[in-house]
């Protein structure tokens, strides 16, 4: 099955407005995690919300997981034309082991 | 921060070639990871590495891939007898603690078999 899917494949805002990405998941999860990839580059680590947590805050990022949805969303807060990113969400449980498994990403623009 | 480190940047290689892509982890992390991503698609799990040893492995990871921790401190990734179909960026990944942590990937390798 497939796990991490994030919608909306593609998000377009105006500098200073929020960006809210959702991540669904069909098994149950020890973690989930979020990244960001800067196009052609490599992943960078944003935020680990762990199975019994409901939110975590980072910075500018929110993220909430609702395990009974098994959703999480990612809301970054006053974007600035340097979000503009791909973001991922990657998830780990007890039957995959010991690795990450992706979801296909949300492509953010943030137009100044 | 520490950085995990991918030579080369970019490979190009004529099919049925062998590639080595190489990668240099963070220093105390003990778990070491393969990813891929074809072009525009989603980030896909190839091998895990732990304690000198595969961990475990996609079912992309077949026959054609080797991993090998020469020394102290390289991974590398093997792909021998390239196709087309394995033209994508690879990334390699480390974490202090496995899966259950944060992991920090390298800038990763884009390799393109033609």
């Known amino acids: 099955s497939q796990q991490g899917e994030e919608d909306p494949q593609a998000l377009s805002i105006q500098e200073g407005e929020n960006a809210t990405m959702n991540c669904s998941y069909k098994?149950?999860?020890?973690?989930l995690q979020w990244y960001r990839q800067n196009s052609g580059r490599g992943l960078v680590h944003l935020i680990l919300?762990?199975?019994?947590?409901r939110e975590k805050h980072s910075g500018r990022l929110r993220v909430t997981l609702d395990t009974s949805k098994k959703s999480s969303s990612l809301l970054i807060t006053a974007s600035r034309a340097a979000d503009t990113a791909s973001y991922f969400c990657?998830?780990?449980?007890?039957?995959?082991?010991?690795?990450?498994?992706f979801g296909g990403g949300t492509r953010v623009l943030v137009k100044p | 921060e520490p950085e995990v480190t991918q030579t080369p940047s970019h490979q190009v290689t004529q099919m049925g070639q062998e590639v080595i892509l190489r990668c240099v982890p963070i220093?105390?992390?003990?778990?070491f990871y393969w990813y891929r991503q074809i072009l525009g698609q989603k980030v896909e799990f190839l091998v895990s590495?732990?304690?000198?040893?595969?961990?475990?492995k996609s079912e992309i990871f077949d026959d054609q891939f080797s991993v090998e921790r020469p020394d102290g401190s390289n991974f590398t990734l093997k792909i021998r007898s390239t196709k087309l179909e394995d033209s994508a960026m690879y990334f390699c990944?480390?974490?202090?603690?496995?899966?259950?942590?944060?992991?920090?990937f390298g800038q990763g390798t884009r390799l393109t078999v033609v």
């Open positions: 098994t149950s999860i020890n973690n």
């Open positions: 990657a998830t780990d449980n007890e039957a995959a082991g010991n690795k990450l498994t």
């Open positions: 220093s105390n992390h003990l778990y």
């Open positions: 590495f732990y304690n000198n040893e595969i961990s475990e």
């Open positions: 919300i762990r199975s019994n947590e």
């Open positions: 990944a480390s974490s202090e603690l496995g899966a259950r942590a944060k992991a920090f």
